[in-house]
């Protein structure tokens, strides 16, 4: 079972309404002992970095110990900033600090908010993307954008007058700039490939 985290932030419900279409058994809970005994877990978050930091509280450690176990995590928009170290959205933050690198604001000279669909270019080897192609379009909505500089991070990126980072993995650890739960079959396709990923590893 995947358990998406409950901490009030966002698009919780649209998360876990999107892995229930395609036939997932999922839990939505801020409860330590179902997170720890989840195939994988999922990190939403539509909200300010420093507000969603916040509203994590305690779970936070949580999520870290399980990650650092192995468990599959995803972070979906606000929820994949902060596995990043820090954040400038409105002062200084500290995130989970799980990919090294940091989020900052999307550069002047752009239509900000970066809000709509944008075309993803994919890696090779992200596994999250299997079945996708190169590329597919994905739906976008944020100010902020992550800068990472960890060596062990395979990257997906989309073009928006500069290359932005749609998309993380490093080990079992991914995330996404994009919101995949609208983002029709593409997104779909990706959390199903989630979904796979999670089974894979708990047998």
């Known amino acids: 079972m995947i358990v998406v985290i409950d901490y009030n932030v966002g698009n919780v419900k649209s998360v876990c309404n999107a892995f229930r279409h395609i036939g997932c058994e999922v839990e939505l809970s801020k409860n330590p002992e179902i997170i720890k005994n989840a195939t994988g877990i ?16 305690p779970i936070a450690e949580v999520v870290k110990e399980v990650a650092l176990q192995g468990k599959p995590l995803l972070g979906i928009c606000v929820g994949y900033q902060m596995l ?4 400038t959205e409105y002062g200084h933050h500290k995130g989970l600090g799980l990919i090294s690198g940091n989020v900052v604001a999307i550069p002047q000279g752009r239509v ?14 992200m596994d999250l993307f299997d079945g996708l192609g190169s590329e597919k379009h994905f739906y976008f909505a944020h100010s902020f954008h992550a ?15 500069l290359d932005l ?21 593409s997104g779909l396709q990706v959390l199903k490939n989630f979904y796979n990923i999670c089974k894979k590893a708990s047998s």
């Open 84 to 87: 990043f170290e820090t954040s």
């Open 147 to 161: 800068e990472p500089s960890d060596n062990e991070a395979k990257i997906a990126y989309t073009e928006y007058g």
């Open 42 to 57: 999922v990190l939403p978050g539509v909200a300010a970095f420093g507000y969603a930091v916040n509203a994590l509280g």
């Open 112 to 125: 900000i908010p970066h809000m709509g669909w944008n075309l993803v270019k994919f890696p090779d080897s």
């Open 165 to 185: 980072v749609a998309s993380v993995q490093k080990a079992n650890i991914y995330g996404v700039q994009f919101h995949p739960e609208k983002s029709s079959r």
